[in-house]
């Protein structure tokens, strides 16, 4: 009897011990291993998520999680051998495999940068700047983001059983939340091997992490309104858990990525011999084969000019006679087989489904023998593309065969390609290849409702470009109506969907205390030495230094001209100067006000303060004439440390005002400064 699959819960491995069901070898129909969750407390494994897993994410902050996923990253890449070999038995082939572990890294690594650079070294998000509520600045409001005191439930699809689990687990543990995943029972035993790669590395505390392997049980009933569901798969499994009475009753956080029909466009001016002909063909034969079509993401209608329909199959076909499809194990295989006989069986039946709107003109059922593998326990398909009949016909826009199948449709404008393409209700990713601007802007325009996710690819972008199909971390990934509905990946906007957003009303001082960043408005204060001359850890949020004065003269304005080149008339001309609704006659240069502001407040001497690395937030509010006089105020306005580094960054709030009071600029000023010396 093949090993059991097993769980990792509370911290420790759990094998069912009774016989669970069978998973078979794609290609082969040989048993690779048994799942089952029989004798799972999946009650304790929520229990200990909470109790455990939370506690100890909680503890750190946005950056020390972000340090953790990069060597979770670098452990799992010095691995990756052992789990492309053993994706092999899920049909996978060297690249699919390559897609889905190294894909699955790197977002561990994307993920790990963006927390260091956009997320503070703290546990607490303050989001923007402060909204004044009142008139006297005396009442302001600011949101910020703190870690649910919950767990994130991610369900997984059987096509990317590495990138599934680490696309999802990486957002969560990176808001402070503790991951349950839950992987398709098909291929949970890759998973699993990735799984125990994670809990061997020793990189997260003690219950940040669970697996569970099989059914899911009572999970559901388990959960609360702090908890989070993401969910990849079939549309209808995704409306079934939408709908179970703890999640609606508790209010559950669900996301849901699932199934659609998403289209790719030529463009008119994509005709045979350009490159945007062979690139969009290049991608559709991409998605065909890649993961043998078992990707949410692949292209399954394939929009073209209807005069270019007979063009775009024959150059179809040109491409696919040259995919050799059988097991991936043998170096000759370029395309899999689907990940089990079931899976053709379905695929298969959505293909006669299609057939009554469009005819099987390249492969289909049937018409393969596979070059390795078992022809009859494998679950083998060759590339199938059908033309469409009528381009309306209804099977091309609901029915989707999860498996290497495309539909050539055509179009006879754009607006007429919009029309088709919403015909999908709703999709992941859309593409469209064209070198023509107009197009492209009136179809993306037309699309983008439509679309989670739209790539317009040419000749000019195709060397960087990733593809059709390939989600990036950095952006949304999730699409609307069939789709799901939700929101995948997308940066900062994943961690903060695993967070709690509350708006803090308060006064400055109070808001001051709360987010740690110093309001304008809150109390000051002050110190002998200035601030350039004190280590990071000595300067306090809230410390300001207030400058002498500087008078602005007509030969500071005409110097600055000829040092900066800008001699713009309201600079220079004091007639069109007063011409202008905005000024009474010639004015300072809005960079010379700034570059006097820096000459008030900055410390020339070398100190603890190493560098200037950027102004934010500028805003030039009234003019500055010559004689009028200038003074600037300088207040520590946040503090971020960097773990490992002899500097911490600090954010200065710069107010220059004038003789009367009345601030003429506003800005923050970026600097590292360096940590008292150890030793």
């Known amino acids: ?67 953790a996923l990069k060597q979770l990253a670098v452990h799992l890449r010095e691995r990756r051998d052992g789990l492309y070999q053993e994706s092999a038995r899920t049909g996978a082939t060297a690249t699919d495999a390559m897609v889905d572990v190294d894909g699955g890294i790197g977002a561990l690594f994307v993920y790990s940068s963006k927390g260091r650079r956009e997320l503070p070294n703290d546990v607490l998000y303050v989001e923007g700047q402060p909204e004044p509520l009142g008139r006297g600045g005396t009442f302001l409001g600011q949101h910020v983001y703190t ?35 839950k992987p398709a029972s098909q291929t949970a035993y890759v998973t699993e091997l990735a799984f125990r790669h994670m809990v061997e590395s020793g990189v997260l505390p003690p219950g940040a992490v669970q697996l569970l392997c099989g059914g899911v049980g009572d999970l559901l009933d388990h959960l609360t309104g702090q908890d989070t569901i993401a969910f990849t798969g079939s549309a209808a499994t995704a409306r079934r858990l939408r709908g179970h009475p703890v999640v609606l009753g508790q209010s559950v956080r669900f996301n849901a ?21 062979q690139l969009f063909v290049g991608e559709v034969v991409r998605e065909l084969t890649q993961k043998t079509g078992q990707k949410c993401t692949a292209i399954r209608r394939a929009l073209v000019p209807a005069g270019l329909a007979d063009a775009v199959v024959d150059a179809l076909g040109e491409r696919l006679a040259e995919v050799r499809v059988g097991d991936p194990r043998d170096p000759a295989t370029t395309m899999g087989p689907l990940v089990s006989r079931g899976q053709l069986a379905e695929v298969e039946q959505a293909v006669a489904q299609l057939s009554r709107g469009a005819e099987v003109v390249l492969g289909g059922p049937g018409k393969l023998q596979p070059i390795s593998g078992d022809p009859d ?30 539909a050539v449709i055509g179009y006879r404008d754009a607006g007429h390609a919009v029309e088709l393409a919403a015909l999908g209700r709703g999709s992941l990713v859309g593409s469209v290849v064209t070198h023509d601007p107009g197009f492209a802007g009136q179809v993306v325009a037309g699309l983008a409702p439509w679309h989670g996710r739209l790539l317009v690819l040419d000749r000019d972008d195709a060397g960087e470009s990733t593809g059709h199909g390939a989600p990036l971390p950095h952006l949304v990934h999730g699409g609307p109506g069939r789709a799901g509905g939700g929101e995948e990946l997308g940066g900062i906007r994943a961690v903060l969907h695993h967070m709690q957003v509350t708006s803090v009303s308060a006064s400055p001082a109070m808001l001051t205390a709360v987010t740690g960043r110093w309001v304008p408005g809150a109390p000051t204060t002050g110190d002998a030495t200035h601030p350039f001359r004190r280590h990071f850890e000595d300067l306090r949020v809230g410390e300001t230094l207030r400058t002498p004065a500087r008078t602005v003269t007509i030969e500071d304005i005409e110097r ?10 309201a600079h220079m001309d004091e007639a069109a100067a007063k011409a202008n609704p905005f000024f009474e006659g010639r004015v300072a240069h809005g960079y010379f006000v700034v570059s006097a502001a820096a000459g008030l407040f900055v ?3 070398p100190g603890p303060c190493l560098a200037n690395y950027g102004l934010e937030r500028l805003r030039f509010l009234k003019p500055v004439y010559p004689g009028d006089t200038l003074t600037v105020a300088l207040t520590c306005k946040q503090k971020t440390a ?6 911490g960054e600090v954010r200065w709030d710069v107010a220059v005002t004038n003789q009367d009071a009345e601030q003429v600029a506003t800005y923050d000023v970026l600097t590292l400064v360096a940590t008292r010396p150890t030793g």
């Open 1 to 67: 009897m093949t090993a059991m699959i097993s769980s990792y819960a509370r911290d420790a491995w759990h094998t069912a011990t009774d016989e669970g069901t069978t998973v078979l070898d794609a290609s082969t129909g040989e048993p690779v291993g048994r799942v089952s969750s029989t004798g799972l407390d999946v009650a304790g494994m929520v229990e200990h998520a909470r109790r455990v897993g939370g506690p100890g994410l909680r503890e750190l902050t946005f950056h020390q999680r972000a340090a």
């Open 147 to 181: 870690s649910r005191r919950g767990v994130a439930v991610c369900i997984d699809a059987f096509n990317f059983p590495v990138w599934g689990m680490l696309e999802k687990l990486a957002p969560a543990l990176l808001a402070g939340v503790p991951v349950i995943v």
């Open 257 to 277: 990525e699932a199934d659609s029909l998403n289209c790719s466009i030529l463009g008119p001016d994509a005709a045979p011999g350009t490159e945007e002909f």
């Open 377 to 406: 326990r494998g679950a083998f398909l060759a590339p199938t593309v059908l033309r469409a009949g009528s381009p309306e016909a209804p099977e091309l826009h609901t029915v989707e065969a999860f498996g290497p199948v495309t």
């Open 560 to 569: 600055f001209a000829d040092l900066s080149g800008d001699r713009f008339y």
């Open 603 to 605: 410390d020339p001497d």
């Open 642 to 647: 960097r773990d490992g580094e002899a500097y």
